[in-house]
Antibody, heavy 127, light 111 residues
Framework: EVQLVQSGAEVKKPGESLKISCQGSGDRFTSYWIGWVRQMPGKGLEWMGIIYPGDSDTRYSPSFQGQVTISADKSTSTAYLQWSSLKASDTAMYYC????????????????????WGRGTLVTVSS | QSALTQPASVSGSPGQSITISCTGTSSDIGTYNYVSWYQQHPGKVPKVMIYEVSNRPSGVSNRFSGSKSGNTASLTISGLQAEDEADYYCSSCTIGCTYVVFGGGTKLTVL
């Protein structure tokens, strides 16, 4: 089974760019969907988007489309979440999470839940 | 505003049963049997407790059960224990399962 190891906490200023990472170890990273979940301070979970590192097939929640970029490098078993210009409202804990990759009999991708989670990366954006 | 609606809080005494509701629409819960429930203790990583409406992952207590009727899913915890005190989130596929939505979360207090 894959273990997901996230990069460390970040403190940034508004307008700066940032790329955080989620590296898989153990089992085959490219056998999994890898997604990102935001949790703002004291708030709930928000599904941001997901990528299949095998072919970089990426899907976004409409709420996050255009706000962030999800990418992956299968050669290093790493997924990324990137911002080009941070805002104070991006302050949050960001979790990467995974699920085995397949499509069900109805043709739906298997990322309807996550059974693997990273420990989270805390991003603080403040002037 | 979250896509799925949960009560902000529920409470119960040890040994009792509680049910947390999760109301969506015909675009998500009403169409797909891909409802999941997560437990999150303060400062901890979320953990899936129920997937595909009513399935329990290996290692999850059988005190946790899930169901669905129409556009509303439910999580029932029987025989409440102090360790069940946590935040609970539902989630569902939506719109062709192109993405997933979470509920706003429910804080469970064990009295």
């Amino acid at each position: 089974e894959v273990q997901l190891v996230q990069s460390g906490a970040e403190v940034k200023k508004p307008g700066e760019s940032l790329k955080i990472s989620c590296q898989g170890s153990g089992d085959r990273f490219t056998s999994y969907w890898i997604g990102w979940v935001r949790q703002m301070p004291g708030k709930g979970l928000e599904w941001m988007g997901i990528i299949y590192p095998g072919d970089s097939d990426t899907r976004y929640s409409p709420s996050f489309q255009g706000q962030v970029t999800i990418s992956a490098d299968k050669s290093t078993s790493t997924a990324y979440l990137q911002w080009s210009s941070l805002k104070a409202s991006d302050t949050a804990m960001y979790y990467c999470a995974g699920r085995k990759y397949f499509y069900d009999s109805s043709g739906y991708p298997s990322y309807w839940y996550f059974d693997l989670w990273g420990r989270g990366t805390l991003v603080t954006v403040s002037s | 505003q979250s896509a799925l609606t949960q009560p902000a809080s529920v409470s119960g005494s040890p040994g009792q049963s509680i049910t947390i509701s999760c109301t969506g629409t015909s675009s998500d819960i009403g169409t797909y049997n891909y409802v999941s429930w997560y437990q999150q203790h303060p400062g901890k990583v979320p953990k899936v407790m129920i997937y595909e409406v009513s399935n329990r992952p290996s290692g999850v207590s059988n005190r946790f059960s899930g169901s669905k009727s129409g556009n509303t899913a439910s999580l029932t915890i029987s025989g409440l224990q102090a360790e069940d005190e946590a935040d609970y989130y539902c989630s569902s596929c939506t719109i062709g399962c192109t993405y997933v939505v979470f509920g706003g979360g429910t804080k469970l207090t064990v009295l």
